[in-house]
């Protein structure tokens, strides 16, 4: 059975920094391209960031371009998020979500999320 | 504001069908394949047409997709209480920015 399991969310300061995990199972993670996704409280799902199974190849959404770095370990079956310069409007659930072995970015696995909200 | 456009809202009674529309362009769903997602209260997104119009294992034959030009369908007969839910259009953008893009999801109420 697939498992995506995220970790990590919490309360933090505007301007600080949180990292966030996504354990993995049930699939071999090194054979599959990664992503994160988030939704703000009582908004719509928006995609953040997108990572090749091999780690070479990040793409990110404008709205994180410069403060978001997604990296991944295969040897742990883990991807990550690490989220700098955090501002009110990052505060969402994140979910982590596997992208479809053929079709890029449609999301066939999710996580239940984690939430992070930037408050002071 | 999404990229994709949805109704914010549809309505209908048990066992009727239902269609929620999602409009883009060019772009996104002109030249690229559409998914859709279900995210039923309190839980995580779950994907429910890939491919326009394709079915991951366990998505009953109730709910159909399809795409023409720059707009897709959701269609979701026998309508059922359980299926109330927010539902997504989701595909990718291959402008310079680029990156996943969604509509800004359609809730449906089982009346």
């Known amino acids: 059975e697939v498992q995506l399991v995220e970790s990590g969310g919490g309360l933090v300061q505007p301007g600080g920094s949180l990292r966030l995990s996504c354990a993995t199972s049930?699939?071999?993670?090194?054979?599959?391209?990664m992503n994160w996704v988030r939704q703000a409280p009582g908004k719509g799902l928006e995609w953040v960031s997108y990572?090749?199974?091999?780690?070479?190849?990040?793409y990110y959404a404008d709205s994180v371009k410069g403060r978001f770095t997604i990296s991944r370990d295969n040897a742990k079956n883990s991807l990550y998020l690490q989220m700098n310069s955090l501002r009110a409007e990052d505060t969402a659930v994140y979910y982590c979500?596997?992208?479809?072995?053929?079709?890029?970015?449609?999301?066939?696995?999710w996580g239940q999320g984690t939430l992070v909200t930037v408050s002071s | 504001q999404s990229v994709l456009t949805q109704p914010p809202s549809v309505s209908a009674a048990p066992g009727q069908t239902v269609t929620i529309s999602c409009s883009g362009s060019?772009?996104?769903?002109?030249?690229?394949?559409v998914s859709w997602y279900q995210q039923l209260p309190g839980t995580a997104p779950k994907l429910l047409i890939y491919?326009?119009?394709k079915r991951p294992s366990g998505i009953p034959d109730r709910f159909s997709g399809s795409k023409s030009g720059t707009s897709a369908t959701l269609g979701i007969t026998g309508l059922q209480t359980g299926d109330e839910a927010d539902y997504y259009c989701?595909?990718?953008?291959?402008?310079?920015?680029?990156?996943?893009?969604f509509g800004g999801g359609t809730k449906l109420t089982v009346l």
């Open positions: 979500a596997r992208d479809d072995i053929q079709l890029w970015l449609t999301f066939d696995y």
């Open positions: 049930g699939f071999t993670f090194r054979n599959y391209e």
């Open positions: 990572i090749t199974s091999d780690g070479y190849a990040k």
């Open positions: 060019r772009s996104n769903i002109g030249n690229n394949y």
């Open positions: 491919d326009n119009d």
């Open positions: 989701g595909t990718w953008d291959s402008s310079l920015s680029g990156g996943g893009v």
